[in-house]
C-alpha cells in the first residue's frame, strides 16, 4: 500500500494572496497560513499524491533539497491531515507525477501556522442557526456564554 495525500476539498476553502495560502476548515473552524514552500505542496496535493512524489517534484523544481526537507514536508503533511485538510489515501496503482507549475523561486521549508481565534465563528451553520427574533448568529448550547455578574 503506498500512501498518498489529497487537499480536504470538502472541508476546506483556500485562497492564495502573493506568497501565502490561506486555508479556512469549515468543518472545524480552523484557519491557516502556509507559508515558504508550504502554498506549493497545497497547491500538489490537489490531486492525490505520495511524499516522494512531492519531494521528487520539489527536487525537480528547486535543485538538491536540504536534508531537512523531506521530515517537514512530512510534518506538514501529518499537520494537515490531523487538522482535518488533507486525507491520507491508497494510492491504488501507479501515480502521475503532482503538478509542478506554481513552483518557482528558491526552496524554503513549509511554513503551517494554524488560528483558533474565529473557530467559533467559521463552524456555525449560517442556514440553520438563525432565529427571526434574535438573528444571526444563534449559537449552539455548548457555545452558549454566561453573565458572570448575574441577573
Not at 506568497?19 to 496535493?45: C, H, Q
Not at 492525490?48 to 523544481?61: M, N, Y
Request: include cysteine; charged fraction near 20%.
Amino acid at each position: 500500500m503506498t500512501t498518498c495525500y489529497a487537499a480536504n476539498l470538502d472541508a476546506v476553502a483556500h485562497e492564495t494572496f502573493e506568497e501565502e495560502t490561506v486555508l479556512i476548515n469549515f468543518e472545524r473552524g480552523t484557519y491557516f497560513s502556509l507559508r515558504g514552500s508550504a502554498p506549493a505542496i497545497w497547491g500538489m496535493i490537489q490531486r492525490p499524491a505520495t511524499l516522494d512524489g512531492l519531494l521528487g517534484t520539489l527536487a525537480a523544481a528547486h535543485g538538491a533539497l536540504p536534508a531537512d526537507a523531506p521530515a517537514a514536508v512530512a510534518a506538514m503533511l501529518d499537520r494537515l491531515c490531523e487538522d482535518g485538510c488533507a486525507r491520507r489515501t491508497d494510492a491504488g496503482g501507479p501515480m502521475a507525477p503532482p503538478d509542478a507549475q506554481a513552483i518557482g523561486g528558491d526552496f524554503a521549508l513549509p511554513v503551517v501556522q494554524a488560528f483558533h481565534d474565529l473557530q467559533e465563528l467559521i463552524a456555525i451553520d449560517p442556514v440553520h442557526e438563525t432565529n427571526e427574533l434574535v438573528g444571526w448568529p444563534v449559537r449552539p448550547p455548548s457555545y452558549a456564554v454566561e453573565d458572570v455578574n448575574g441577573p
